[in-house]
């Protein structure tokens, strides 16, 4: 049974479609995260963690708003600065920027205890190397705390591009509203729509298809 590390069901309900039933559960974990300018060792370390917490295969993901103008922030720091800037200031920043290109972004970290074969996707393998030089606080110092040989973590991206525009909708939840894509923004789209153009969405397809054979 594959654990999907989350506090949110929908997220859970979001990964059966695209997993066998009764394949993943939610697993309600507080993993540590980490300082990083990456979505990639956040996701990495939360599930190095939570795969020794569980003794199970287990999927972790982190996700963010990236802004092209303000060179991808706030990324990773999303959730924070949704919490203290909110969604409304941040759009009122980028309106003034010429350049409101942006992009959600979502890593899943994949770990089962076991090592992997070299990814044939350089951006996996660059992030999965990134993760393991980053270690418990992502300051290159090197490895899990308890062992100095990091468990091997398998890094899937999903991406989807839009703008920044001013809010509209009334679906979704934090940055929905200020994100245009295919000229609807994330929250003007039903359920369905997003999923099938989601970050995560993207992602856990990615997932999926190599967990079959896994």
Not at 13 to 23: H, I, N, Q, V, W
Not at 109 to 133: K, L, Q, T, W
């Amino acid at each position: 049974m594959l654990r999907y590390v989350t506090t949110n069901p929908g997220k859970v309900r979001e990964a059966e479609r695209y997993l066998p039933d009764g394949s993943v559960e939610r697993l309600d974990f507080d993993y540590t995260e980490i300082q990083a300018d990456e979505l990639g060792p956040i996701a990495a370390r939360g599930a190095r963690e939570a795969y020794r917490h569980a003794d199970a295969p287990v999927l972790v993901d982190d996700a963010g708003l990236f802004v092209e103008g303000l060179d991808g922030f706030p990324g990773p720091y999303s959730s924070y600065v949704e919490e203290t800037l909110g969604v409304e200031r941040v759009h009122e920043i980028a309106a003034e920027l010429d350049d409101r290109r942006a992009a959600f972004r979502c890593v899943l970290g994949y770990c089962d205890g076991d090592g992997f074969a070299a990814s044939p996707d350089p951006v996996d393998r660059g992030d999965r190397d990134a993760a393991a030089a980053a270690g418990p606080d992502g300051d290159g110092e090197g490895g899990d705390p308890d062992e100095s040989d990091p468990l091997p973590v398998k890094l899937f991206e999903g991406y989807v591009p839009g703008r920044i525009v001013a809010p509209r909708g009334d679906g979704g939840f934090g940055y929905d509203p200020i994100f245009e894509h295919d000229g609807e923004t994330f929250a003007e789209m039903d359920t369905e729509r997003k999923n099938a153009v989601s970050h995560r969405g993207r992602a856990l397809e990615k997932f999926a298809e190599w967990y079959a054979d896994r």
